[in-house]
């Protein structure tokens, strides 16, 4: 086996790929730039889904290679083990209805090895067993096809796995989009099997998963319903840290030279306070060197704009940062550690990314901000155990209610896994069905006042506030048509006089678009489009691709209006019933709210 770095191999693959005809493309932004379905990029299909569906000829050609940012954030509690992390880089090469099975097969056994050094004995695949029986609804045949071609290379059939779909089938990344049957490649550790039904797949250890083949036959519709795309790509992604971790021996990813320099830092920052469990300390370690890598990674993308905040992917990156200062904490480095591992990991990468040095000067006050606002919060919240805790100790009680460990985790933004680590520490336990009976009230209570507070964004119910109201949801529809599905709402504010509107972009609306905005919300008004209202669920609303301020508590049932087929919003109202009424609409200004964040206020005529 060869004993790469994550730049020789990244080198090496798309030499690779580059000699059986692919064009190196470069990765994209891990802030995906036009897919409202995923907020970050998971893998290097998500760029290329327009080509991928056949919608536009890719300019590089119908063969691709590239290395793309990903992350994955749905296993955050798992980082900390040997193998989750959240983010990680993808190495891929594409058929954009070019070539099919044989060839990606055939290459990716040619280039594990022979080039990686992986011996044939250490490889295992998976491939897809099929689903439902032939001649019924729902069928999709199993791969024999890929099964033949993996044992014409020399992978005999005992070293084959015919698996379900949960294991063999892949995307679509978000709700919709283009997906298939997938084979994966596993490096066997040569480590005992943990039982009999041990396999590739199993989360044990023995088999590692370095890379996946995707035959993208399908897609995935509005409907859910797999339904054949008529093209035959070829979406394949090589994990690089798992990859490096495989060919080196490391034990795990994060004892790679891609985390070398990383984990140095945390050591020599970390003071353990003594008698800490060698285990706990060593999640913490990993936990941090991975969030904060992340972090770094999305707070200094090319396409910017995500900051610490409480919605959506501005909610994930404090979710990393915030995670990172507690475990922090518990192996004693010091406050202001984020700014220094930022440094480190920009030092580490900015060869291959760049935008980490360029951005890092911008973001810093963001990062640094966000991390002593955590200090501060969790300080608060210390206090307030340690006092309880006292008091209960003074009265011989050995249990914390179900009411305090709520307060710790809403107030102080302490887990409960915590408060029970701290209790436990102390001797104590923590009344765990009474937190969640008290975190289940709160979200009743939050869903009705948010609710309320939607409507209390309507000053009054007068007529000209309603068609107001419908003249943001046209604007709305408008931001996206001429801006792209990233144009998202963030705030409305409504008045007699004028609407307000603020929404993500980035820069200042050029005066084309001004204009076009304003030519099409006309447009619609002069169609005399009817507005309609159901009451649905949340769910059902997402479903058919209505907007909502997502990350918001909606209740149970929620209303949504719909204009025509020009927008759907998930909304309290009141909306006029037709947009005649509302006459015409005019933009009168488009400035900053903030940054990363645009303001529009408008006028509608007949007022
Ligand atoms: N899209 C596939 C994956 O994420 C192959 O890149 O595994």
């Given at each position: 086996?060869?004993?790469?770095?994550?730049?020789?191999?990244?080198?090496?693959?798309?030499?690779?790929?580059?000699?059986?005809?692919?064009?190196?493309?470069?990765?994209?932004?891990?802030?995906?730039?036009?897919?409202?379905?995923?907020?970050?990029?998971?893998?290097?299909?998500?760029?290329?889904?327009?080509?991928?569906?056949?919608?536009?000829?890719?300019?590089?050609?119908?063969r691709l290679t590239d290395v793309q940012k990903c992350v994955r954030t749905g296993d955050i509690d798992e980082v900390g083990d040997a193998a989750h992390l959240t983010f990680f880089e993808m190495l891929g090469n594409w058929s954009l209805n070019d070539y099919f099975k044989k060839e990606a097969i055939s290459w990716s056994f040619e280039f594990l090895t022979t080039k990686l050094g992986f011996k044939p004995e250490q490889l295992n695949v998976t491939v897809f067993r099929g689903e439902g029986k032939e001649g019924e609804e729902g069928y999709i045949p199993a791969d024999e096809e890929a099964v033949e071609i993996w044992k014409s290379v020399g992978i005999p059939e005992e070293r084959i796995?015919?698996?379900?779909?949960?294991?063999?089938?892949?995307?679509?990344?978000?709700?919709?989009?283009?997906?298939?049957?997938?084979?994966?490649?596993?490096?066997?550790?040569?480590?005992?099997?943990?039982?009999?039904?041990?396999?590739?797949?199993?989360?044990?250890?023995?088999?590692?998963?370095?890379?996946?083949?995707?035959?993208?036959?399908?897609?995935?519709?509005?409907?859910?319903?797999?339904?054949?795309?008529?093209?035959?790509?070829?979406?394949?992604?090589?994990?690089?840290?798992?990859?490096?971790?495989?060919?080196?021996?490391?034990a795990t990813?994060?004892?790679?030279?891609?985390?070398?320099?990383?984990?140095?830092?945390?050591?020599?920052?970390?003071?353990?306070?003594?008698?800490?469990?060698?285990?706990?300390?060593?999640?913490?370690?990993?936990?941090?060197?991975?969030?904060?890598?992340?972090?770094?990674?999305?707070?200094?993308?090319?396409?910017?704009?995500?900051?610490?905040?409480?919605?959506?992917?501005?909610?994930?990156?404090?979710?990393?940062?915030?995670?990172?200062?507690?475990?922090?904490?518990?192996?004693?480095?010091?406050?202001?550690?984020?700014?220094?591992?930022?440094?480190?990991?920009?030092?580490?990468?900015?060869?291959?990314?760049?935008?980490?040095?360029?951005?890092?000067?911008?973001?810093?006050?963001?990062?640094?901000?966000?991390?002593?606002?955590?200090?501060?919060?969790?300080?608060?919240?210390?206090?307030?155990?340690?006092?309880?805790?006292?008091?209960?100790?003074?009265?011989?009680?050995?249990?914390?209610?179900?009411?305090?460990?709520?307060?710790?985790?809403?107030?102080?933004?302490?887990?409960?896994?915590?408060?029970?680590?701290?209790?436990?520490?102390?001797?104590?336990e923590v009344d765990k069905a009474g937190f969640e009976e008290a975190n289940r009230k709160h979200q009743e209570l939050s869903r009705t006042t948010s609710a309320g507070s939607f409507k209390a964004g309507l000053q009054d119910n007068s007529a000209v506030v309603t068609r107001m109201h419908t003249a943001t949801h046209l604007l709305h529809a408008a931001l996206h048509k001429v801006l792209g599905p990233t144009a998202n709402q963030k705030g409305s504010n409504i008045t007699a006089e004028r609407l307000r509107f603020d929404f993500t972009w980035p820069e200042p609306m050029t005066a084309e678009q001004k204009a076009e905005v304003e030519k099409l919300v006309n447009g619609w008004i002069e169609q005399g489009i009817e507005v309609t209202k159901k009451t649905t669920t949340v769910e059902e609303a997402k479903k058919e691709g209505a907007m909502a301020l997502f990350g918001s508590k909606y209740g149970d049932q929620v209303s949504l209006y719909s204009i025509g087929d020009v927008s759907k919003e998930i909304c309290c109202g009141p909306h006029v019933a037709n947009t005649k009424e509302l006459g015409s609409f005019k933009i009168q200004k488009e400035q900053s709210s903030s940054a990363g964040v645009r303001r529009i206020k408008a006028v509608i005529g007949n007022m």
């Open positions: 086996m060869n004993n790469l770095t994550a730049d020789e191999l990244r080198e090496m693959y798309q030499s690779f790929f580059e000699s059986k005809g692919h064009k190196r493309i470069p990765g994209a932004s891990v802030i995906p730039e036009n897919d409202p379905t995923v907020l970050f990029t998971t893998a290097g299909m998500h760029p290329l889904v327009p080509y991928l569906m056949g919608q536009m000829p890719h300019p590089a050609g119908t796995f015919r698996l379900p779909r949960e294991d063999n089938w892949w995307g679509p990344a978000g709700t919709t989009g283009p997906c298939g049957p997938d084979t994966e490649m596993f490096i066997d550790t040569g480590k005992e099997k943990c039982g009999p039904d041990c396999r590739p797949g199993c989360h044990c250890g023995k088999y590692i998963e370095i890379w996946n083949d995707v035959f993208m036959q399908y897609n995935k519709n509005e409907e859910g319903k797999f339904v054949p795309l008529g093209r035959h790509n070829v979406d394949t992604g090589m994990g690089v840290e798992r990859t490096i971790c495989m060919m080196s021996g490391a990813v994060y004892d790679t030279e891609i985390f070398a320099p990383i984990m140095a830092k945390i050591d020599e920052l970390a003071n353990v306070p003594e008698g800490m469990d060698p285990a706990e300390v060593l999640k913490a370690r990993r936990v941090i060197a991975d969030h904060m890598r992340t972090a770094t990674f999305i707070l200094c993308d090319p396409k910017g704009g995500v900051k610490p905040g409480n919605v959506g992917a501005n909610y994930v990156l404090r979710r990393l940062i915030r995670r990172a200062v507690r475990f922090a904490r518990m192996i004693g480095i010091a406050p202001g550690f984020t700014l220094t591992l930022a440094e480190t990991i920009c030092q580490k990468y900015k060869h291959v990314y760049p935008e980490l040095e360029m951005n890092l000067a911008t973001c810093r006050t963001d990062l640094e901000a966000e991390e002593a606002r955590f200090n501060r919060t969790l300080d608060k919240g210390e206090a307030r155990y340690n006092k309880v805790v006292s008091a209960l100790k003074e009265h011989g009680q050995s249990r914390i209610s179900g009411k305090l460990a709520f307060e710790l985790y809403d107030t102080f933004g302490f887990p409960f896994e915590m408060t029970c680590e701290m209790a436990a520490k102390d001797g104590l």
